[in-house]
């Protein structure tokens, strides 16, 4: 299989974000929502300021109602589907889309064109 193993589909429960550390940097530098057998990838950086990390805690990604991805920073929100600032300081800005394949064991692998060394 190519690609860098990310984790199971089953390890992320339905409706749910998880963050991810594939360098083994110390710092999760990946986040991904699923929803059914649905899922969304992004770098764990907002656009607000360039690296800065989503989450205030582990896992902390999304918002109460589960429908949009915050970051503990300041506040802004971003649409699930796009990954595109959609209420706060970086309006109409966007998180980073990773391509990943999900193949029928429900592995979830980054695509070898994910150059992780760019990866905050
Ligand atoms: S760093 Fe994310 S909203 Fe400011």
Redesign the pocket.
């Given at each position: 299989m190519s690609g860098h193993f990310l984790c199971r589909l089953d390890d992320i429960p339905d409706g749910e974000a998880r963050g991810f550390d594939p360098l083994r940097s110390g710092q999760d530098t990946v986040l991904a929502i699923r929803r059914g057998r649905t899922l969304h990838l992004y770098r764990d950086a907002?656009?607000?300021?360039g690296t800065?990390p989503?989450a205030w805690r582990k896992d902390a990604y999304l918002n109460a109602q589960r429908d949009r991805i915050v970051?503990?920073?300041?506040?802004?929100q971003f649409d699930i589907e796009t990954g595109t600032c959609i209420l706060?300081?970086?309006l109409g800005q966007s998180l980073t889309a990773l391509p990943f394949t999900l193949n029928d064991r429900g592995e979830i692998h980054l695509t070898t064109d994910t150059n992780l060394e760019t990866l905050p």
């Open positions: 907002c656009p607000h300021h800065t989503m970051c503990s920073a300041h506040g802004a706060g300081p970086c």
